[in-house]
């Protein structure tokens, strides 16, 4: 007696009844009622075998353990640094995982790493109360120099790294930029002064049109006819 | 005299036409416009975000807070004075009462959402249009919620019961001064489009019993128009084609 209500990749909105029966099993962004599943956001369905979940189109980030973001120094602490991470949280960044070198009790930790500095970093806690910490102990974590700082909806990132990082590495190849997406919707990017503007221009379009399909060929012909 | 037909020729239970738009204001999270008739809402939300002053703040869930306020030149021409007054800070409170049920902010602790809504014109059933608008701001915004929030009014003019009441009849006593028994009432009723329970049940004047059963009745079938209109803005922005797409 179970059956779906709405067809795959079509948008939803809060409330709407998604499908009814016991035998489909309410995922990401959905609950069940009695015997129907709702929705609980704005978005795409998916349905894989008896899963069925929302996708969602905007939303706020939650932060996640292993996640790399990139963030903004707002205050320094005694023992390490106060990071944005254009949430409703602030993180916390310790000396000890800022950097290997040895960190002399009184030394200056502005030299280091100043207020409005902007950096990338791993989370490797996350509480319940949603207090955050971050390292910079792996590869490819460090403070950004140069380049500009791009905000986009955090949904939106997957989009613009594209399946298998095609996307991003699409928009690498035909700008000629360094680029590094943080979960957290802030992109990183630095190149040639054109190149900058033609790679946001790219990821800003890809912002706007993620819900379209054919996009990537939309994105290549984008970057390709300004060349 | 009684109010044998309504001053703008509508049939009782005929709403006034309504216009829906989200994303009208980039810089928010989300965002919505919501007309009906003369009646014109503008809700943008932010958040979550964190929350100031922070004795407010809540550890088990994020909150929310509304903001209302008619734009100085919305109403008939009389200024009206900018900021918040007792009125504006009532409705602000029934609008977070009338969204806060479905809205689910578990997620986000210690934390605010923002909705701030501003009527650019203003005709009656404001705080309906701005809960309406509100609960497409918050969808659109990608908040996690149960389901949508509609709202409208409906109300009695003489013996008729009619739903979506404009300024002129919500005063109608004023020019019908024939008739001693003229009873205006006016309602304003939010439902949760589901479970159809009520999150908004205001009202201004008198009614009996068994009126206010019927008014509700026709209220009910309004809302559901109004869902109607809701859903079809959410959904249009994402059409193939639209804005240029």
Redesign the interface.
Known sequence: MSEILVEERK?V?????LASGLDYVPGE?C?R?EHQI?S????IVNVSGRVIKVI?????Y?PKVGDKIIGRIMDITFSGWRVDTN????AMLNVKDATTRFIKKEEDLSKILAIDDYVIVGIVNVT???LIDVSMREPGLKKIQGGRIIEI?S?KVPRVIGKKASMITLIKEKTGCEITVGQNGLIWVLGTPEGEVRAERAIKMIEE?S??SGLTEKIESFLGGNQ | MVYRERLDGRKNNELRPMEAKTKVIPNA??SASFKIGRTWALAAVY?????YPKFLAD?KK?ILRCHYSMMPFSGSGERIRPGSSRRAQEIAMVMTKALEP?V?LS??????VDVFVELPQTDAGTRCAAITAASMAL??????????VSAVAVGMADDKIIADLTYKEEHINEFNEESKQAVVSDIPIAM???TKELTLLQMDGEISKENLMKALKLGQEAIEKVHQV??AA??EY?K?GSHG?
């Open positions: 948008i909105v809060p409330g709407e009844v962004n609950y009622e709702f609980k956001l704005l978005g969602p189109l905007s939303g706020p939650l949430t409703a949280y602030s319940s109360q949603r909806n949904q049109k819900h379209l | 999270q989300g958040g979550p975000r964190e929350i550890p994020g479905v689910d997620q986000y602790p210690n934390s605010v969808a659109d915004a990608g908040i996690p919620m149960k389901d949508l949760i489009h589901h809701q859903i959410l959904k994402f193939e797409n």
